[in-house]
């Protein structure tokens, strides 16, 4: 809580702690929950928006939290924006990425062959073990990621570069 003005800090972890606490309240009675998440106390769409809106939607979705909402909230639930908006979109993406489970596929991991290889000391070869797939990977919508062996990601624009129609340079 701000001392000054006794209002919650919609970044603060404890803030959101709460929610975890009441999330599992809820799911010992067999109730749905609701918290908050993916929202900030920053005033513009910055680095300590994203990582406020971040940390706050990935406690409160490993809490448990059934309805995520004021989802790119800012200003301590006073403001919102749109940036924010598409910002915190792809942090839901990378969210629910972390809670979806891995899919290992039985014929790609041949468990006798692993027993061996773990019982001789032996390295296996790497597409044995491959895990990867579509489903597993996530791909940021907006997000730039390092280039690919074909060159530099071409297309994408930079959030922080974005102008709202009418705004001014400072």
Request: glycine share 12%.
């Amino acid at each position: 809580m701000d001392m000054k003005t006794a209002r919650f800090c919609y970044g603060a972890p404890e803030l959101h702690m709460g929610w975890v606490l009441q999330a599992q309240i809820a799911h010992y009675l067999g109730l749905p929950s609701f918290g908050q998440g993916g929202c900030n106390d920053a005033k513009c769409p910055d680095a300590q928006a994203g990582a406020e809106a971040a940390m706050s939607a990935l406690l409160v979705a490993l809490g448990g939290i059934n309805l995520i909402h004021n989802v790119a909230t800012t200003a301590m639930g006073d403001a919102g924006c749109l940036e924010m908006i598409v910002i915190c979109d792809e942090i839901l993406g990378y969210v629910l990425r972390i809670l979806r489970e891995i899919e290992i596929k039985e014929e790609r991991l041949p468990l006798m062959s692993l027993r061996r290889w773990v019982q001789e000391g032996t390295s296996c070869p790497k597409d044995t073990l491959s895990i990867s797939s579509r489903r597993n990977c996530m791909r940021p919508r907006f997000s730039t990621g390092p280039p690919t062996r074909h060159g530099p990601i071409v297309g994408r624009r930079m959030l922080g570069g974005c102008k709202r129609k009418g705004q001014r340079d400072p």
